[in-house]
């Protein structure tokens, strides 16, 4: 231990104690009284100074010491207490270390809970806060390390800080005032995607890859949805979840063409769901078995959904506030309910307008519910327009082939009312595929004929759909049916 010492006439050392006796000190006008002068160091490179006073004038008190632990004798050789010059010595306890001046000793603060040693160095907390070796960022006494160790603080984001100091330093924001940095907080992100009719018709591998998926902050639950052909023994479905095979989907449950699809539900742990992740796409593919026939119900359906917890703190739109702030401020809406604003969801027609707010306004159609607008899906070639009305091939409406007045029936009515727009300025027909009767893709007097054959010659039927309600067999002809009144 290294001290210099301004003045002394006594000194002693023991431990980490020095004690300097100044038997020349004056107290309060009073010549000689004496004092000691006690220096421990508390720790490394860290002196406390501690000062005990002679009780008369004169007595020189200090001029001799001696020390043994926390044990001082003082000797004040000048002393008249017991009569003239006979002088005195005075035995006297010193405070053990108190480095928080409490007029404790430390330990004894530790045992009795009066202060905290959370990393077990038998000094106490608040003191190594003075000293810069621990920090107490809310000023409660408590090291940050100790109250995040014990769980009496939180650190969500991991930077060793409390979340508290966070928020109040203003490093972390808190939009919705809960008092947890928003950028701990998740929120719902759900991505789906469905086969279209004119897909499932054509049977085959299906590809329903999830694009655009923000980074996941948790496990993920992702749900397969399809209605089918799947109440056969060697009825199934395969899906390939990022290169990951799940076979015999539906193999023991599946249903014959339900009403309501049936559901396949896999949990991905987030490891495993950031191992599939190509950059922001799930890759997913879904093939039925051989014996699954896709044009045996009237209504297949095949769609995938995809539910995971993502950070809030996200900033699509790049303004500088979590996205889950913008939404709960107003800023931004989410007509979808996806977590994501609509602003930031795509816009196929460069309109400036999201598409999905085109489609849930009733501004732009999307009659394949695949969350795009059918002029884009036929603009890209997701989508056919054959006839060239606005309406992808899949969405036309049921009809019954020869039924041009739409009553209900074929009958001679039909092909007078092809020959009255035909020659006499008659209105359009609303579905001119159902006067097409010949299936040629255009109307003319060869579709009158051909009612008439088969009304009164024993003629060949109308093309399907006929007998019953159904959809265009051969929709890329130049025709197209708007409306239908005797179809559903």
């Known amino acids: 231990m290294n001290k210099t010492f301004s003045s002394g006439t006594s000194y002693a050392m023991s431990g980490n104690s020095i004690v300097v006796g100044d038997s020349n000190y004056s107290l309060g006008g009073e010549a000689y009284t004496g004092r000691v002068i006690h220096y421990r160091q508390v720790l490394p490179g860290t002196w406390q100074t501690r000062l005990y006073f002679g009780s008369s004038a004169g007595e020189r008190f200090g001029s001799s010491l001696a020390l043994a632990g926390d044990l001082l004798a003082v000797g004040a050789y000048n002393s008249a207490l017991f009569g003239p010059l006979s002088g005195r010595a005075e035995l006297l306890t010193l405070v053990g270390e108190d480095c928080n001046y409490n007029e404790s000793n430390d330990q004894c603060d530790l045992l009795t809970g009066t202060s905290f040693d959370c990393n077990g160095n038998k000094i106490p907390d608040e003191c190594e806060v003075v000293l810069g070796l621990l920090s107490d960022c809310d000023g409660d006494g408590l090291a940050d390390s100790c109250a995040l160790a014990s769980g009496l603080a939180q650190d969500c984001n991991g930077n060793g800080i409390p979340d508290s100091c966070d928020l109040t330093s203003g490093f972390s924001l808190d939009c919705d005032g809960n008092e947890i940095p928003d950028e701990c907080l998740t929120v719902d992100h759900t991505a789906s995607r469905a086969a279209s009719p004119a897909e499932l018709a054509t049977g085959g591998a299906f590809d329903l890859s999830l694009t655009g998926l923000p980074l996941p902050a948790g496990d993920a639950f992702l749900t397969v949805r399809t209605a089918g052909d799947l109440g056969g023994l060697t009825e199934f479905l395969d899906l390939t979840v990022g290169g990951v095979d799940h076979l015999d989907l539906f193999l023991s449950d599946g249903s014959e063409c339900p009403e309501t699809p049936d559901e396949w539900t896999l949990s991905l742990p987030l490891a495993d769901l950031l191992d599939a992740l190509v950059g922001d796409t799930l890759p997913l593919t879904a093939l039925f078995s051989g014996a699954v026939d896709p044009a045996h119900c009237d209504a297949p359906s095949l769609s995938v959904e995809l539910v995971y917890p993502t950070a809030v703190a996200a900033d699509c739109n790049g303004n500088g506030t979590p996205d889950l702030c913008d939404l709960i401020l107003g800023v931004e809406t989410d007509l979808d309910g996806n977590g994501v604003p609509d ?146």
Do not use: H, M
């Open 343 to 488: 602003d930031c969801q795509p816009d196929c027609n460069g309109n400036g307008i999201p598409d999905v707010v085109e489609i849930l306004t009733g501004t732009t159609p999307d009659c394949n519910e695949n969350g795009v607008p059918d002029f884009c899906d036929i603009g890209s070639g997701t989508s056919t327009d054959g006839n060239t009305d606005g309406v992808p091939d899949e969405c036309g409406v049921d009809f019954t082939r020869g039924d041009c007045n739409s009553d209900g029936e074929v009958q001679i009515a039909d092909a007078i009312a092809i020959l009255g727009y035909l020659f006499d300025n008659a209105s359009a027909p609303t579905c001119a595929d159902s006067c097409d009767s010949n299936d040629d893709g255009g109307l003319n007097l060869g579709d009158a004929v051909y009612t008439l054959t088969y009304l009164f010659s024993s003629g060949a039927a109308p093309a399907p759909p006929f007998g019953a309600c159904g959809d265009d067999q051969t929709p890329t002809d130049i025709l197209g049916c708007l409306d239908f009144t005797a179809c559903p």
